[in-house]
C-alpha cells in the first residue's frame, strides 16, 4: 500500500512539474505586431501561425511545441508572434493592400492567408516575416520540436542571410 501510494505521488510530482515548464507565449494580433515593428528601436521579424480552428493538427503544434519551454522563449526573443486565422472575417492591412474574408466553399478563407501561404491553403502553416515584413518563408505542415527549433532558428538567427537550407540542414 505505501509503495502504491509513493508511485501515486510521484507520478503527480512529475505532472506538475512538465505543468510547469510549459510556457504560454504571448500571443500578437497582426495590428500590435505590425505596430510594434514600426515603434520597437530594434524590431524583430514576424512569426505568423495561420490556423483554422477546426484544424487538429494546428491545436496539437500548439500544445505540444509552441507550449514547449525552449521553443516559447526563443521564439518570443526572437520575433513578434500572431496568429492568424485563416478564416478570420476582419479586414487586415499588410504593404498598403487591405485583405479581407472571401465567402468560399464550406468555410471561406482570408485574403492575407491566402497571400502568406501563396496559394496553399493547407494547416498548420507558419510564417517567417523579416524586420521589414517581407516574406521569408511560409513552412507548411506539423513540426515537432526539434526541426520546429531548426527552422526557427534559420530565420532568426540570420542564418538564411548566408546559408540556403540544404546547406544548413546537411541535407
Not at 500590435?32 to 490556423?51: G, N, R
Amino acid at each position: 500500500m505505501r509503495k502504491t501510494f509513493t508511485q501515486i505521488s510521484l507520478f503527480f510530482l512529475l505532472l506538475v512539474g512538465l505543468q510547469t515548464n510549459a510556457q504560454d507565449i504571448k500571443w500578437l494580433s497582426w495590428d500590435e505586431a505590425v505596430k510594434l515593428s514600426q515603434t520597437d528601436a530594434k524590431p524583430k521579424k514576424m512569426f505568423i501561425d495561420v490556423y483554422t480552428d477546426w484544424c487538429g493538427w494546428c491545436k496539437k503544434m500548439d500544445k505540444d511545441t509552441f507550449q514547449h519551454p525552449d521553443v516559447s522563449k526563443y521564439m518570443q526573443a526572437n520575433f513578434y508572434m500572431v496568429k492568424l486565422d485563416a478564416e478570420g472575417k476582419d479586414p487586415i492591412e499588410y504593404k498598403g493592400k487591405t485583405f479581407k474574408f472571401v465567402p468560399s466553399g464550406r468555410n471561406g478563407y482570408h485574403e492575407l492567408a491566402a497571400a502568406l501561404l501563396q496559394g496553399q491553403l493547407s494547416y498548420p502553416t507558419v510564417v517567417f516575416l523579416d524586420e521589414e515584413m517581407n516574406m521569408l518563408s511560409p513552412v507548411p505542415g506539423y513540426q515537432k520540436v526539434e526541426p520546429f527549433m531548426q527552422i526557427a532558428k534559420y530565420f532568426g538567427d540570420n542564418i538564411y542571410k548566408d546559408k540556403d537550407w540544404q546547406s544548413y540542414a546537411g541535407k
